[in-house]
């Protein structure tokens, strides 16, 4: 049984930082990709970034772009989401996802970490 565990989350105010962090109880290099997701109050869930196996390819939801940096670490078995110049719109449950090397979809979720971004 995978697991995957975020944490990192917290209140903060508009323009500062924050680092998610996911572990996993497996070595995450069997995972052909890997991502963040987020859903916000009142929301449908939503892609916010995504990193292969090798790490040497990502991908980010445009309101993120430039403030949000996926990464991972194979050894320590460790995604990261580094989110700086943090906005109110940015306030949602961030989840971790894993998508194994045969499956379509990202069938591995987290619990989930809330983020809340406020004055």
């Known amino acids: 049984q995978v697991q995957l565990v975020e944490s990192g989350g917290n209140l903060v105010q508009p323009g500062g930082s924050l680092r998610l962090s996911c572990a996993a109880s497996?070595?995450?290099?069997?995972?052909?990709?890997m991502a963040w997701y987020r859903r916000a109050p009142g929301k449908e869930r939503e892609f916010v970034a995504s990193?292969?196996?090798?790490?040497?390819?990502?991908a980010y939801v445009n309101s993120v772009k430039g403030r949000f940096t996926i990464s991972r670490d194979n050894a320590g078995n460790t995604v990261y989401l580094q989110m700086n110049s943090l906005k109110p719109e940015d306030t949602a449950v961030y989840f971790c996802?894993?998508?194994?090397?045969?499956?379509?979809?990202?069938?591995?979720w987290g619990q989930g970490t809330q983020v809340t971004v406020s004055s």
């Open positions: 996802a894993a998508r194994s090397v045969y499956a379509t979809n990202y069938g591995h």
């Open positions: 497996i070595n995450i290099f069997s995972f052909k990709s």
């Open positions: 990193i292969n196996q090798s790490g040497g390819s990502t």
